[in-house]
Every structure is written in structure tokens, then in C-alpha cells.
């Protein structure tokens, strides 16, 4: 594995020899070898390919327990570049990069060595549904694990608030990690509140990425009758909308979802504007003074999907109130399965290595089990 960093003194007022110590134990954790390459500036007009991901890097928790792991695997011949913030990137994706982000601390290496290593595991292709730089996201599976010649697939929503300091990066563990499970998984990247998004886009860009879910079917193995939504925190409100408004289309299409996972979900919009969750998070989302009507078409407690439903979150949580979760799974009622997870706080939940991870594989399974459908 490959590191370039683009400066030539100090990142943050941590001296380069630190920071190279510090970068190779991270990749050492991560089971990967790592080659420094201390680059001047002018190595971007030389190289204009090489700095490609405008998204932010955070860390992806799952893998700190998956990469432990000994059916984890990564390849060898990774050939990764991970360039500071201030860089002129363009805006152009390709596989294999991460860009840290200037202005969040030396472990912003870290971060993003360790989501290079995630998506080493398997297979992985980034898949744009749109012309936007931030309509994309990571398709991910792992040949040897695959029973069929096609496998359902996991949506992956992730969250953040609606803000654009954490991006799809968070769920590169746990995407890996159902991977590894056999299923073939989709991680959404999609505009946000404080990158031209604001919530039409948000919603409509996870919309356009399950409308894209057919179109990936053609050229991967992926069994579109059996596809799992996943949101993670504010990834909750806005798949569970996405689901709600293109569901009947994604059947036409040929595209059956047969369940959606919350995990820390944002389930009651109105509490969290009322609340003020996440420092004005919703306010930033929906607006100071957005109309009760928004409020409600936009809150899944409202809206309760059709569909079989597993609520899970921590009851450490801070970050996002549980009482939510329990509303909204007693509302759905047999519809809905609630596991409230002792000793979790909000991003706890991503560690697969935590004992709620068991009981959200086996309610998959049982809905569509990887191991024992066999294509007709």
C-alpha cells in the first residue's frame, strides 16, 4: 500500500518523521504494508489523475474489529494515494483513493487508511448513478463467499447529520463485513444539506441510486428480488424516504425490497427539530422555519413503511434518543422488530464485532438467506 502525501514540513504541527511512524502502525493494525512518499507540490501538475476524491474521510468503525478477523483478507497489490484537502483535485472519482481532509487532525490518515484497507476486502467498484460528484457509491462483494450466481444485496445509507463532514467512508467496515457474509452490498453516496443538497436532494439522490439498483443488476451478480435498505442515523430518515417514494417503481423494475434496517435511525423528524439534535443539525436540513406539513411527509414515524422493519440502537445513545425507535416499531407493530443493544452509544453500533451483529445476520437470513437460495 501506497501513501503520498502532498506537503513537505508539517501536517498540523506534527513533524514528518511522527507522522510517518504514526501512519505506518495504522496500516500495520490493518494489515497491509505501507510505502511513504513524501511529494512536492508540483507533483500535481504531473500527475492530475492521481488526486480524485473530493469526499470527506471518516473512520469506518466496523473495521476495527474486522480486520482482527481471520476470514478478512486483503490483497496485496493495493496501490492506494492519500493527498491532504488543500490539493486542486478535480472532481473526477476512481477506485482505490481517499483524500484526508485538511483541518481534522493527524488521524485523518488513519481514517482513511484504514477505509483503503476495507475496500481491499473482496471485490469492490465504485458505480455512479449520476453526473454529480457526489451521486456514487461503492459496490462491494467477495467471490469466494458467494453461494449463487447471484446474491442479495444490502443498500448501505450512511448518516452524519445530513452534513457533509462524513460521507460513505463510515459504512466501508460494515460493508465489508457483509461481504464477507456473502451478500453483495451497495455503499450510497449522496449530496447533503451543506453541499447543494438540503433534503430534496438527499432524498432523491438515494431515490436515484436504488432507480440505478437495476442497471448494476445487468453487470453484477446482484438477485434484484432480494435487496436490504441499511440506514445509519440521519442515513435512516433519508433512506426510509427514498424507500417510501420509489418503492412501486422499483418493483416495476424488477427491484424487491424485502427489508429495511435502522441502525441509530432519525425516526421522528419533529422531535429532532424540536430538540435541536445534532447542534442544529435538522435546522440546517429542513430549514429555521420549515412548515409542519415538511416536517411530517419528511418524519418516517408519520410514515411507516409496508414492509418488514428491524429498529435497532444503543441504549447509550446521546447522540440520537432511542424513545423514537421504540415509537416508531410499536406503531408498525408485527411488522417491525425492535433490539435495543445494552452499552452501545451511537457510533458503537457500526462494531460488528458486538453482540447485536448475530441478531441483525439472522434476521436477514431468515427473509433471504445468501446460503441456501439457489438460483432457478
Not at 463532514?165 to 461481504?179: P, T
Request: aromatic share 8%.
Amino acid at each position: 500500500m501506497e501513501v503520498i502525501r502532498l506537503y513537505t514540513a508539517a501536517f498540523e504541527g506534527s513533524p514528518l518523521e511522527a507522522l510517518d511512524i504514526q501512519c505506518r502502525g495504522w496500516a500495520a493494525d490493518a494489515g497491509l504494508d505501507l510505502r511513504i512518499l513524501h511529494c512536492e507540490p508540483a507533483h500535481m501538475a504531473r500527475h492530475p489523475g492521481e488526486i480524485v476524491h473530493p469526499a470527506v474521510v471518516h473512520l469506518p468503525l466496523a473495521f476495527d474489529d474486522l480486520h482482527t478477523s481471520p476470514e478478512i483478507g486483503t490483497r496485496a497489490a493495493v496501490s492506494v494515494r492519500v493527498f491532504e484537502e488543500y490539493t486542486n483535485a478535480p472532481e473526477r472519482f476512481f477506485d482505490g483513493y481517499r483524500r484526508v481532509i485538511h483541518g481534522r487532525g493527524v488521524k485523518s490518515f488513519k481514517w482513511a487508511i484504514r477505509a483503503l484497507a476495507s475496500d481491499a476486502y473482496g471485490m469492490c467498484r465504485k458505480i455512479e448513478y449520476g453526473h454529480h460528484p457526489y451521486q456514487h457509491g461503492f459496490l462491494q462483494w467477495c467471490p469466494s463467499k458467494q453461494v449463487n450466481s447471484a446474491s442479495p444485496c444490502i443498500v448501505l445509507v450512511h448518516g452524519g447529520f445530513w452534513r457533509d463532514h462524513v460521507d460513505a467512508d463510515i459504512m466501508s467496515g460494515l460493508s465489508a463485513f457483509f461481504a464477507s457474509k456473502g451478500y453483495v452490498v451497495f455503499n450510497v453516496e449522496y449530496r447533503r444539506s451543506s453541499n447543494a443538497g438540503g433534503h430534496s436532494h438527499c432524498v432523491s439522490d438515494v431515490e436515484s441510486a436504488l432507480q440505478h439498483l437495476a442497471a448494476i443488476g445487468k453487470r453484477f451478480p446482484i438477485d434484484l428480488n432480494n435487496v436490504f435498505v441499511v440506514g445509519q442515523s440521519a442515513g435512516s430518515q433519508v433512506a426510509h424516504c427514498a424507500i417510501a417514494n420509489s418503492n412501486q417503481k422499483l418493483l416495476d423494475e424488477g427491484v424487491v425490497i424485502r427489508g429495511f434496517l435502522s441502525l441509530a435511525g432519525i425516526l421522528d423528524l419533529e422531535e429532532a427539530f424540536r430538540s435541536d439534535i445534532g447542534q442544529g443539525a435538522a435546522k440546517h436540513y429542513l430549514g429555521a422555519s420549515p412548515p409542519l406539513s415538511r416536517l411530517r411527509l419528511l418524519s418516517p414515524i408519520r410514515n411507516p413503511l409496508a414492509m418488514e422493519t428491524l429498529i435497532v440502537h444503543g441504549k447509550f445513545d446521546t447522540d440520537v434518543p432511542w424513545d423514537a425507535s421504540v415509537r416508531y416499531a410499536r406503531d408498525c407493530g408485527s411488522r417491525s422488530t425492535l433490539l435495543l443493544v445494552d452499552g452501545c452509544d451511537h457510533m458503537d453500533l457500526l462494531k460488528v464485532s458486538r453482540t447485536h451483529w448475530p441478531a441483525i445476520l439472522r434476521w436477514l437470513s431468515e427473509r433471504c438467506s445468501p446460503v441456501d437460495r439457489r438460483k432457478k
